[in-house]
């Protein structure tokens, strides 16, 4: 009784785990965060900040430390753990505009389209680095 209990686990685990590890490749989701981490963390400096637009976005800090959690989250109002969720939540557009007045550099980070934000308009930004990684756009934009 138990030959087509094991054989049929065998042909599920035959079919599954292709997929499985598929899945589990670092664009197996078709979003490769570790790749748009790794370029964040060679090409930031101290003081950098970073716009996440789109709440899919939001989560790329907690994905890999080294780049995104190392720069500063210039619309988070709360953290994760002060919002008891797992992205925060955000001031308004116009409190972050301020925010943005006081930086030298600003990452924007969006999985989807090519990210257009008005507010950096007027700011002074010039677009000094710009990045497409599977389905993520990472802009950097400094003053001058």
Sequence with gaps: ?????????????????PAQAAAR????????????????????????AV??????SKYFPAAYPSG???LDDIAQ???PSQADNLIGSDYGASVVRQRLARVPR????????????P??????????????VSDIWLLLYARG
Aim: positive net charge.
């Design 77 to 79: 109002r709360r953290t």
């Design 106 to 117: 600003v990452w924007l980070a969006r999985i989807g389209p090519y990210p257009d934000d």
């Design 68 to 70: 995104f959690v190392r």
């Design 119 to 132: 507010e950096l308009r007027g700011l002074g930004f010039r677009l000094a680095g710009r990045w497409h």
């Design 25 to 48: 490749a670092p664009d197996g989701h078709g979003t490769d965060i570790r790749t748009a981490n790794a370029i964040v963390a060679a090409h930031r400096r101290p003081g950098d």
């Design 51 to 56: 716009l996440y637009l789109g709440t899919d």
């Design 1 to 17: 009784a138990w030959a087509p209990a094991a054989a049929g686990l065998a042909l599920v685990a035959a079919l599954g785990i």
